[in-house]
């Protein structure tokens, strides 16, 4: 549909100005796009009133639906009171109360909450504070100062966020601009960079990446990973006992470990936190996504009081971390937040999800059977099914 006269004035309108993500704005010329004008629970609705199941929850963050009304009077009254302060050298009770109900439902041990707007910049605070610890330690390891994470691994757009990054599609324009990283392979079973058939490997991608960080060790900061699942990679399931393994390997090699629980987080893999499928408790943690139900950007990194303990000091000792954003903290994302964790208790969301699981693993099931289904990964309610041309040959 070339001819902008026969569209809407939405969308006539969005051709004139608009540059969308991840698109070839060439071939979005020539599509007859939906023009969205409301979300109600599971549906988006466009301007001709027709509805489309919202199957990717707005990129994994739309967490109780479309317009729950508990969130949306909580960004209302948080607006009428307070729009926005800077927490540079203040604080409101919004960024506050979050601070303390993140930290009572993260992995124990994480204490400590730094605010940014956005997954990526979750991750960017993450590899600024894994960076500046080795530095400020006792005793300072300013040598260790590189990060491993694993091929096909995806954190996030900024500069920071891509290096350690894995998407040739998305990632290999840019490698001029990259700080040099460490690669482990990902633990990917149906088409195994070694050529090994699990479970009959007995986990040998976690034999090669502990050797990959042994290697190293003297050289890492950080060891960067998607718990569980990698989800813009392809939904690359990790098989079971590898973020463990990951854990060990970290712990016996002083490396601190970065979960980038931007997607899987807050129950997505049927957990409020994939980390807890395997018990494993990481030493800085990037939450955002399904943070505010999918209704304001926001974002979290989390740390051990260990590793916040390192930038303690006078002003003098330079130890401060240096960064920050205009919206860290906003009070209304921040209140749209808390809302949300209301719904999760209030709901019981996470008691309610393994019948939810159950039905959408039995769907699951059924497609096993057709001749281009290669292979189907699920953990919780994050899947993938990966089609070929010809099955036995995985084409």
Not at 304 to 333: C, K, Q, W
């Amino acid at each position: 549909m070339n001819d902008r006269r026969r569209r809407s004035d939405i969308a006539a309108r969005d051709l004139e100005h608009l540059w969308h993500p991840f698109t070839q704005m060439l071939e979005w010329e020539k599509e007859d796009f939906p023009v969205i004008v409301r979300g109600e629970g599971v549906h988006l609705i466009d301007e001709a009133g027709r509805r489309y199941i919202d199957g990717v929850s707005s990129l994994w963050c739309v967490v109780h639906g479309h317009g729950h009304p508990k969130i949306v009077e909580a960004i209302s009254r948080q607006a009428a009171a307070l729009d926005h302060s800077t927490l540079l050298g203040l604080t409101h009770p919004a960024a506050v109360q979050l601070a303390e109900r993140l930290a009572a439902i993260a992995p124990e041990g994480l204490t400590r909450v730094f605010y940014s707007d956005s997954g990526a910049a979750a991750v960017e605070v993450a590899l600024k504070i894994a960076f500046q610890y080795q530095v400020q330690r006792t005793p300072p390891r300013p040598e260790k100062r590189r990060f491993i994470s694993l091929r096909e691994a995806y954190h996030g757009d900024t500069i920071g966020a891509v290096s350690v990054g894995g998407i040739d599609l998305f990632h290999e324009v840019y490698r001029p601009l990259l700080f040099d990283t460490v690669k482990a392979e990902a633990p990917y079973c149906y088409r195994c960079p070694f050529g090994k058939t699990y479970p009959a490997c007995d986990l040998f991608c976690a034999d090669e990446m502990e050797a990959r960080v042994r290697d190293r060790a003297d050289e890492l900061a950080a060891f960067i990973i998607e718990p569980v699942m990698q989800g813009a990679g392809g939904m690359i399931a990790a098989p079971e006992g590898f973020l463990k393994r990951v854990r060990k390997v970290c712990d016996e090699c002083d490396v601190l470990l970065i979960a980038d629980e931007v997607a899987t987080g807050f129950g997505r893999t049927g957990t409020m936190w994939a980390c807890e499928r395997e018990g494993v408790v990481p030493d800085l943690m990037a939450a955002a996504k399904g943070i505010t139900g999918g209704t304001l950007p926001l974002a979290a990194t989390l740390a051990t009081e260990e590793v916040y303990g390192t930038f303690l000091g006078d002003a003098a000792s330079m130890r401060t971390f240096f960064h920050g954003h205009t919206y860290t903290g906003n009070p209304i994302a921040c209140a749209a937040a808390l809302a949300n964790l209301d719904i999760f208790e209030e709901e019981r969301t996470l008691d309610r999800l393994p019948g939810k699981i159950d039905i959408f693993a039995g769907e699951l099931d059924r497609m096993k059977a057709r001749p281009h289904v290669g292979d189907i990964r699920r953990r919780g309610l994050m899947a993938g099914i990966e089609l070929v041309l010809d099955a036995e040959a995985k084409a």
